[in-house]
């Protein structure tokens, strides 16, 4: 990352994101709170198995240009996120649309034990799911959790 061409990347996107932060002033949404929902009939979460995360703004606003995007995250490791995995794989960034006070994931989770997921619009983060994972065997879209 000594190269200039790096720095000069990085620089970009830090003025890119200082910017937007500020434009975007006090009315920015927030991420009120992250649910997850099974993909079909399931009992639990289990690896393997993919499930929808939808993050709710704050300020109920519909698609105005002051909606930030959102990213989702699980701080523990040991998943997979689509489509911003798919993204990172090719060092590019996603981050979802906020649409209708909603912004969307699926997640796989690829370990058993505890996983804590976020979803966040700024720097100030968002809420935190903890969650337990078990064993699973996904059957068409739902899921078997032992």
Same mark, same amino acid.
């Given at each position: 990352?000594?190269? /200039?061409?790096?720095? !000069?990347?990085? @620089? =970009?996107?830090?003025?890119?994101? #200082?910017?937007?932060?500020?434009?975007? +002033?006090? =009315? %920015? #949404?927030?991420? #009120?709170?992250?649910?997850?929902?099974?993909?079909?009939?399931?009992?639990?979460?289990?690896? +393997?198995?993919?499930? #929808?995360?939808?993050?709710? $703004?704050?300020?109920?606003?519909?698609?105005?240009? *002051?909606?930030?995007?959102?990213?989702?995250?699980? @701080?523990?490791?040991?998943?997979?996120?689509?489509?911003?995995?798919?993204?990172?794989?090719?060092?590019?960034?996603?981050?979802? /649309?906020?649409?209708?006070? %909603?912004?969307?994931?699926?997640?796989?989770? $690829?370990?058993? +034990?505890?996983? *804590?997921l976020t979803a966040y619009q700024t720097s100030a983060?968002? /809420?935190?799911? $903890? !969650? $337990?994972?078990?064993? +699973?065997?996904?059957?068409? /879209?739902?899921?078997?959790? %032992?």
């Amino acid at each position: 990352m000594n190269s /200039p061409r790096a720095r !000069i990347a990085a @620089l =970009a996107v830090s003025v890119c994101v #200082a910017v937007a932060s500020w434009s975007a +002033g006090a =009315a %920015r #949404a927030d991420v #009120a709170r992250i649910d997850i929902l099974p993909l079909g009939p399931s009992a639990g979460y289990g690896t +393997g198995c993919t499930y #929808a995360l939808v993050a709710t $703004t704050k300020d109920g606003k519909q698609n105005t240009s *002051r909606d930030l995007p959102v990213s989702f995250y699980d @701080l523990s490791g040991g998943s997979y996120l689509f489509p911003q995995d798919d993204f990172y794989a090719r060092k590019q960034i996603y981050v979802s /649309p906020v649409l209708a006070d %909603r912004s969307f994931a699926l997640w796989t989770p $690829t370990r058993p +034990g505890k996983h *804590r997921l976020t979803a966040y619009q700024t720097s100030a983060g968002g /809420p935190i799911r $903890t !969650i $337990t994972v078990r064993p +699973g065997t996904p059957i068409g /879209p739902g899921c078997l959790v %032992r």
